[in-house]
């Protein structure tokens, strides 16, 4: 039973949804299938994934549906946090009826059965230090803080021997400097902390990789991996 992490997977299977991301690089050409082919050839069933956000690109649920139809498909039990191109998300409770392969992940953590281990997280946002980061930011920023704080608290809670962090931004401002995201990490001792957002090799330079004050922060971006999942644990 292992770990894996992938991010950003930007899908647009809908009849109704149209988002070529090849438009972004050819990183990005036929990235659903080689996706696929990557992910069940590293994956096996009794495996977890976790998805940290921007899954698809349709604004309502049921547009998304095609697209989790095929995040299901994949082998193993995925555990996705929302992300900023999410709109289809809607209650936490009617997302987590849809797919029995599927937990999304709000407010709470996900205890890995049989293995020690707790996924928490959340969406995130911007942080201070980011150029023109306002009061508004500021409000947004604070109430991701809590939400993390929510999340990683449940785990905490449930006795894991091991927290495995997941957000959709990155964890720090783009100077790589502490956040209230990072010192929650720290506090509660998560080992692991994996985010994605970044997108093209200007921007991968951006975020904080390797260890922070005995945190290990990992970038996990579609683009980043070139659509291999990586191994966690």
């Known amino acids: 039973m292992s770990i894996f992490a992938i991010g950003d997977?930007?899908?647009?299977?809908?009849?109704?949804?149209?988002?070529?991301?090849?438009?972004?690089?050819?990183g990005w050409l036929n990235h659903a299938d080689r996706l696929k082919e990557e992910w069940n050839d590293m994956v096996d069933e009794t495996d977890t994934v976790i998805v940290p956000g921007d899954i698809s690109w349709a604004l309502?649920?049921?547009?998304?549906?095609?697209?989790?139809?095929?995040v299901d498909s994949l082998k193993g039990h995925?555990?996705?946090?929302?992300?900023?191109?999410?709109?289809?998300?809607?209650?936490i409770t009617k997302l987590n009826m849809l797919k029995e392969s599927i937990t999304f992940l709000q407010n709470t953590c996900y205890p890995v059965p049989g293995t020690g281990i707790c996924i928490c997280g959340t969406r995130g946002w911007i942080s201070p230090g980011t150029e023109g980061f306002d009061a508004q930011d500021n409000k947004i920023y604070n109430r991701e803080?809590?939400?993390?704080?929510?999340?990683?608290?449940?785990?905490?809670?449930?006795?894991?021997?091991?927290?495995?962090?997941?957000?959709?931004?990155?964890?720090?401002?783009?100077?790589?400097?502490?956040?209230?995201?990072?010192?929650?990490?720290?506090?509660y001792g998560a080992k692991t902390v994996v985010?994605?957002?970044?997108?093209g090799k200007e921007s991968f330079r951006y975020g904080i990789q390797g260890v922070l004050n005995g945190?290990?922060?990992?970038?996990?971006?579609?683009?980043?991996?070139?659509?291999?999942?990586?191994?966690l644990r």
């Not at 309502?60 to 095929?70: I, N, R, S, T, V």
């Not at 995925?78 to 209650?91: R, S």
């Not at 945190?215 to 191994?231: A, H, I, N, Q, W």
Request: hydrophobic share 40%; proline share 6%; glycine share 8%.
């Open 78 to 91: 995925k555990v996705i946090i929302k992300g900023n191109h999410d709109l289809w998300w809607a209650g």
């Open 145 to 187: 803080t809590m939400r993390l704080e929510k999340s990683i608290q449940a785990a905490a809670a449930s006795g894991a021997d091991d927290i495995i962090g997941v957000m959709h931004y990155p964890p720090t401002n783009d100077k790589k400097q502490s956040s209230a995201f990072t010192r929650i990490f720290e506090e």
């Open 9 to 26: 997977l930007h899908l647009s299977l809908g009849p109704n949804v149209d988002k070529p991301m090849d438009i972004f690089g050819g």
């Open 195 to 199: 985010y994605g957002h970044l997108h």
């Open 60 to 70: 309502k649920l049921e547009g998304a549906m095609p697209d989790l139809d095929y």
């Open 215 to 231: 945190v290990e922060y990992k970038l996990v971006s579609l683009d980043y991996l070139e659509c291999r999942p990586v191994k």
